[in-house]
């Protein structure tokens, strides 16, 4: 058995985009930096990760109203790592 949950906490990098399915499904789309201190032999460097958030429905509806950039939030959730690729 897997297991796949995670909770990150961090800042809204930049202004939330909200957008419909042609079926109606709302999606928000939003990165979060989430920030770790990494120690390189006696200093301390700050290295930031961005994280692609995407929430679907009503919840998706209801965040788009109250969330901003450089916003604290905390997101729980499961991971799904995705690539592509930019045709030429």
């Known amino acids: 058995m897997s297991i796949n949950v995670v ?8 202004a ?7 079926s109606g499904t709302s999606i928000l789309n ?7 201190r990494i120690k390189k032999g006696d200093d301390f ?9 995407v929430v679907f429905g ?4 209801s965040l788009s109203k109250i969330l901003t950039s450089g ?3 905390a997101v729980s959730g499961h991971l799904r790592y995705s ?5 030429i």
């Open 7 to 14: 909770t990150l906490s961090g800042n809204i990098g930049r």
């Open 83 to 87: 690539t592509w690729e930019r045709g």
């Open 45 to 53: 460097t700050d290295y930031t990760n961005w994280i692609e958030i």
């Open 71 to 73: 916003m604290k939030v």
């Open 58 to 61: 009503r919840r998706a509806d």
């Open 30 to 36: 939003f990165s979060l930096a989430v920030n770790e």
């Open 16 to 22: 939330p985009e909200i957008r419909s399915t042609q």
